[in-house]
């Protein structure tokens, strides 16, 4: 039996059985469709975590300093001073593997543009905590190294900040100020950086 003989006989018994034919061809389609879109799916999750982890930093390790104690209550990690400036320094000095150490000053506040305002985590850093979270910048610049030492009054903002404060503007070269807060966790739509000299100098008002 020759292929062309092969081919009559199918195309005859798919005749003979119509709708038996066309539900299994129905199903296929439908089979094929299900594993495409699951695909799909399970593609887009994929590179969503991938993402979300590579803002987080997947080779990152934090160090925070100790809790103190008040009134016999021990508070969260982080809200006692001991970590300096010096501190990340040394990492960076004396751990070959460390590619940068940048230190953080971190605080949740509310931040005020004409009649507009938006409670948001405002950080004290350097420009190394740019490299080490991998976090672009989308418009404007990073901080100057003048701007580093003088601790200038300059902020590098989150795109929902800037929606929330800026009329659709796209921030660069407005003004704004801050109020005081307390601490927050870190979403790179809704921060505000600082230069960390400038966060000392807050700190210390």
């Given at each position: ?26 199903g296929i389609v439908v089979g094929v469709a299900a594993v495409v879109c ?168």
């Amino acid at each position: 039996m020759n292929l062309l003989e092969s081919m009559r006989i199918a195309t005859t018994a798919l005749r003979a059985n119509k709708l038996r034919s066309a539900l299994t061809a129905l199903g296929i389609v439908v089979g094929v469709a299900a594993v495409v879109c699951m695909v799909s799916v399970g593609a887009g999750a994929q590179a969503e975590v991938s993402e979300k982890i590579r803002t987080l930093g997947a080779n990152l390790l934090f160090v925070v300093p100790g809790a103190q104690n008040s009134g016999g209550v021990r508070l969260e990690a982080g809200t006692r001073p001991t970590l300096t400036e010096e501190d990340a320094a040394a990492i960076r000095r004396e751990l070959t593997d460390v590619q940068v150490a940048a230190p953080l000053l971190s605080r949740s506040m509310p931040l005020v543009a004409g009649n507009r305002n938006w409670t948001t985590l405002v950080a004290g850093i350097n420009t190394d905590y740019l490299v080490a979270r991998e976090w672009q910048i989308t418009a404007g610049r990073t901080f100057a190294e003048n701007e580093m030492e003088t601790g200038a009054k300059v902020a590098i903002v989150g795109s929902a900040i800037v929606e929330a404060l800026f009329e659709g503007r796209d921030g660069v070269g407005e003004t704004f100020r801050e109020g005081r807060g307390g601490d927050g966790g870190c979403d790179r739509r809704d921060t505000n950086v600082a230069a960390a000299a400038a966060s000392h100098s807050a700190r210390r008002s």
